[in-house]
């Protein structure tokens, strides 16, 4: 009997340890999941430069904190592109699961979104790792939507349904058909990461949107530094950080979901150790670009604009090249009055860092480690002969950490074969294209001069030597993003915003005479393009013919 008693009381007590330790998982799962239900994850648009010491002029400092997308269930990173049709857009975002409906609802006001669109979504791996027999990073969902049937030039709200959540209701302005009057208005930055500084110049265009309608924002190449995420990039087998690529998502988000945000690669996201070994992979799972999304076209109302990709060929041989020709050769300059070209690096800046683009190496030193970099045809002859000969009016950059502008410029050869420049030091009826750099929208800015280097071992000169006569501003003393305003078909205007201020610091005005002349073409009541005679109305609202 007491042998049975004993063995009854130990029992009894292994069922009730069995029932603590079950009570004590199902506590710690409870905290865990309503942890996991409970995170948030903010950008610190409010701080200022106090808040970020390690923010030292001229170094960026360190990276903000890194979003765990695993963790987050609503759509988050959204994003808008145009497509090159002005009834369409598309919208990106990102969730860390997927449930049985996954789209978007978009109408003309917030109480008729009838308009619904179907997402598709991927995911991707990342950089695996041999000890784990796993991948370091496995992406979120990666949704893609188009929106159709727009009314160019109208405002539109949408609202993203993903993942068994809502997000905020939202807008943006589509696109004004070609040839349409309407004003246009860009914005443009380079070189951003997600440091401190990048979240504050973020923070002043997302400001500048709550106030201002943009077309589109053009983003020059250097997007999420995710190769250099806490400078720790190793010189042979480092792989990119991409949960820096999810936090710059996240950073932008409050203008790339109100206003389109077109990007086109810079060596930071193509060329070798140089993307963390990501040669554009990364970039093509995460953004959609019209055409084969790392050099296209598309065209807002009266400006017809065009990506290439400066980390490639563009000789009249290669299919760059080919498709920049005919390309700039089909614009209807009827339609579209203004041109414009973006891309990361340079043709013409007087920095000393890199220097003019001339489809070689960037590096000033031959002993450079990242000197032996593949050369790329045809960016110092045939790339400059096109953009002159078809009247390109802008040119604009990043690469270079500063705000540069030019005048009107082109190359010519002087009497002795030597490479010089015929420079137009006016902004009135302009002839020749006007580049322009704003590379200086976060990442640490590039302090030094040419004649810094002129000492050094292995210095190679500039392609251009001589003072520099076309450079017309410059400034490596403040980071910020720029604007430009199309105001009718021969005016337009350029902006350069430092960081933290509301009022632009460099502001000019661009005059030309028209492109074509001997008739015009105006937008009908019913949306469809038509043609005018000089003197002849266009609607009632519009008396004047371009």
Known sequence: KFKTLQHYFIQSNLRRLEMTVLWVLALLLSTTLAEEDAYTYNIPYEWTLEDYPSVVFPKSGTEIELMDVSRVKEPNQIRLSLTGD????????????????????????????????????????????????DFYYTSGFIHEALMINLVPGKKHFYQIESNGEKSAILSFVAAPSPGSPAPISLLHLADQGIFGTSVMVTKNMVDRAAVKDFHAALHCGDISYADEYKKSRPPVSGASEQGVWDTWGQMVEPLAAK????????????????????????????????????????????????????DDNIDAKSTQGVWLENTLKDIDRELYPWVVVFQHRPIYNSNTNHGNWTGESTYIYDSHPHAELPDFEGWMEHYEDLIVKYKVDFVLNGHVHNYERTWPVKRVYNADGKRVTEVSQSYDNVKYPIHIICGHAGKSLYTK??????????????????????????????????????????????????????????????????????????????????????????????????
Not at 88 to 106: D, F, H, I, L
Not at 286 to 308: L, T
Request: one cysteine or more.
């Open 86 to 133: 002005v009834t369409e857009m598309a919208v990106m975002w990102t969730t860390n699961s997927v449930s049985a409906k996954e789209c978007v609802r978009y109408g003309l006001s917030e109480d008729e979104m009838t308009f619904t669109a179907v997402s598709t979504y991927h995911q991707f791996d990342w950089n695996f790792k041999e000890d784990l027999q």
């Open 259 to 310: 206003v389109p945000y077109m990007v086109t690669p810079g060596n930071h996201e193509i060329v070798g150790i140089e993307s963390g070994w990501e040669n554009g992979t990364i970039y093509n799972k995460r953004f959609v670009m019209p055409e084969n999304e790392r050099y296209y076209s598309f065209g807002v109302g009266m400006v017809y604009i065009i990506a290439v990709n400066t």
């Open 449 to 546: 001069t040419w004649s810094d280097y002129e000492d050094e071992e292995g210095y190679r000169p500039p392609v251009y030597q001589g003072d520099w006569d076309f450079s017309a501003a410059k400034t490596n003393a403040k980071w910020g993003h720029c604007e430009m305003e199309f105001l009718d078909r021969v005016t337009a205007k350029h902006y350069m915003f430092p960081m933290g201020q509301s009022e632009p610091s460099d502001e000019i005005t661009i005059t030309k005479e028209e492109t074509l002349s001997g008739g015009c073409t105006y937008v009908d009541k019913e949306g469809r393009i038509q043609k005018a005679g000089p003197g002849e109305k266009f609607m009632d609202d519009c008396n004047t013919c371009f």
